[in-house]
């Protein structure tokens, strides 16, 4: 069983540009979550979808925008990159039905802002 | 809002020592509890967990105890060794959230042999 898989693994981008993180949950798990992790930090939630619906965000600006397809899997896009949206962004899936609310993390992608 | 507070690191031991890494939280409601291991270029893992006070969360020889009275849950381990060098978050979500994860700022943990 395939767990949390992100692509790509890492990425590089300059000031301004556009980027698109790519994460397929773990089979049978139906939400998704997307959080940053800045270098030597805790990882930071931006944004959960479940039922290709946002259903809670955190304190993160608009150019953070995500999408939910049918088959569960996700998209993190982030608009007119900073320098300071250089961190490894994190995807998380949780499982259907269960009330403890446990996430399983992929090894996530590496984002890099000249 | 809802916080975690972790002791400040990192922290170095010597293979066999006694671990204790302290996690205090605050909270609206009753959160659920977890330890989160990061190895080096990895993800994050689930190390254990805890849904309610006075539960015991316990896994690879790692425990915490939920103690609501002193909002804590700190991390232990009785003989540490050099695989367990990695980076330890402690984090909270709160009952029928929508599983929104708040982390500490994580606790370096280097095991020297």
């Known amino acids: 069983d395939a767990g949390v898989t992100q692509s790509p693994t890492h990425l590089i981008k300059t000031r301004g540009q556009q980027v698109t993180l790519r994460c397929s949950p773990k089979s049978g798990h139906d939400t998704v979550s997307w959080y940053q992790q800045a270098l030597g930090q805790g990882p930071q939630f931006i944004f959960q979808?479940?039922?290709?619906?946002?259903?809670q965000r955190g304190n993160f600006p608009d150019r953070f925008s995500g999408h939910q397809f049918p088959n569960y899997s996700s998209e993190l896009n982030v608009n007119a990159l900073l320098l300071g949206d250089s961190a490894l962004y994190l995807c998380?899936?949780?499982?259907?039905?269960?009330?403890?609310?446990?996430?399983?993390f992929g090894p996530g992608t590496r984002l890099t802002v000249l | 809002g809802d916080s975690v507070t972790q002791m400040e690191g990192p922290v170095t031991l010597s293979e066999e020592a006694f671990l204790t890494i302290n996690c205090t939280y605050t909270a609206t409601g009753y959160p659920s509890l977890f330890w989160y291991v990061q190895y080096p270029g990895e993800g994050l893992q689930l190390l254990l967990k805890a849904t309610k006070a006075d539960d015991k969360g316990s896994n690879k020889g790692f425990e915490a105890t939920y103690r609501k009275e002193t909002t804590s849950f700190h991390l232990e381990k009785g003989s540490v060794q050099v695989s367990d060098s990695a980076v330890y978050f402690c984090?909270?979500?709160?009952?029928?959230?929508?599983?929104?994860?708040?982390f500490g700022s994580g606790t370096q943990l280097t095991v020297l042999p």
């Open positions: 984090a909270l979500t709160l009952s029928g959230s929508a599983r929104q994860l708040t």
């Open positions: 979808y479940y039922e290709e619906e946002e259903r």
């Open positions: 998380a899936s949780s499982p259907k039905g269960v009330s403890y609310n446990e996430q399983f």
